[in-house]
């Protein structure tokens, strides 16, 4: 297609390789060093498609885009930048831009933008982000690498959108800063961003925590409780951990995805709701579809846009970036000379395999604050402190001689973790007796091959209550299976 393209980047070098490479594209170049002449070949009606750096000598190429949007509505702007963080791209696409490209970039992929951008120009975007440039230190979403570049031009693609997003990613990888992200610059910013952890909440209580309840509902439930699909109301519901959804809850969730509706626990009549939809995983939610464990109508409800984190060790060139990040915040507030890690001691750091990926980084960093007085941490101290590290079970690594009580507290102290500066629902002590009971007396019918009077024996119950707690926990009975 030919075109007339426009290009300001104060880089001869950059100018050089763009006028041959648009040009060997049968395009028209005219490109420049500086921001106010390129101004001037817009406000002519010159040209078809604008290509700028964002740091030029006499004005920032971020600030400069409004301008050009205002005096040519329907002119595509492609931004290019080294200033490769989340925030450049939020900015770039909130204010007008086609695209954004961060430096350095193919120009195989810069020619295919072009030729995007000119055959079906963009709808139209009014300008309405802005936000400091100190802002972009508040952004814990650190990293320069390709990987990292890719899923800051997706996320500023989102930013204007309600699309519901499903976030892969191995456990550590920061799927929560990015749906934080989301939210936080988002159409929703000024809503609730609620988060919901399934594995941390025990399966026969996901319901409640969802959808509320209401009082009398079940025993225990002496008052209406609300569920985080109305705390959420007009803003985002992050649901992480969906792999460990139970099926009846999946059901439930698919029909308001459908519906746009749902009722509380106990409850009559329907609610309306106006959520936007953020879940995350670090499971194969396809291979658990293969296995009917996960609904498959609901994942593709879900995987609107599939969004994937790469773990730590796929983005090695981040570390030292990260490593500064962390820095800053283990340091923040003290009056002790600025620590730093030597050169050979962030190599070491690139090599390791980080199975914890940045969190495990994270804390790697606050310890090494927080124990060596050194103002410079040497590659001694950082293989000091990684060789025990391999060697370290993972937190929810379950010891072998746990106890039944161990195990309890560990999974209720999960729950009360999933409540951040609040408490869970009202009721707590019948729901938690209902999610021990139903283990309980399966595994004694399974012992006792079904038979229900060995089984009130086993577990010291009359035959009466026995059969009445079978039906309502709707236990399957099965005679003879040994």
Known sequence: MVGTILVADDDQGIRTVLDQALGRANYTVRSTGNAATLYNW???????????????????????????????????????????????????????????????????????????????????????????????????????????????????????????????????????????????????KNGPFVPINMAAIPKELIESELFGHEKGAFTGADSRAVGRFEQAQGGTLFLDEIGDMPLEAQTRLLRVLQQGEYTTVGGRTAMKTDVRIIAATNRDLRQFVRQGLFREDLFYRLNVVPLRLPPLRERTEDVPDLVRHFLALAQEGQEHPVKSIDKDALELLKKHKWPGNVRELENLVQRLVALYSEEVIDAKVVAMELQPIANTPTPDAVPNDESLSDAIERHIAKYFAAHPGSLPPPGLYERVLREMERPLITLSLDATNGNQIRTAELLGLNRNTLRKKIRELDIQVVRGIK
């Open 42 to 188: 817009v406000l002519e009606g010159s040209g078809d498609l604008v290509l700028t750096d964002v740091v030029m000598p006499d004005e920032n190429g971020l600030d400069l885009l409004p301008r050009l949007k205002k005096v040519r509505p329907e002119l595509p702007v492609i931004v290019m930048s080294a200033q490769n963080t989340l925030l450049t791209a939020i900015k770039a696409t909130e204010r007008g831009a086609y695209d954004y490209l961060p430096k350095p970039f193919d120009l195989k992929e810069l020619l295919q933008v072009v030729e995007r951008a000119l055959s079906k120009p963009k709808k139209v975007r009014s300008p309405g982000f802005d936000a400091d440039e100190d802002e972009d230190t508040k952004i814990p979403l650190i990293g320069r690498s390709p990987a990292m570049q890719e899923i800051y031009r997706v996320l500023a693609r989102l930013m204007g959108t309600d699309l519901t997003v499903m976030i892969t990613g191995e456990s550590g990888t920061g799927k929560e800063l990015v749906a934080r992200a989301l939210h936080e610059y988002g159409k929703r």
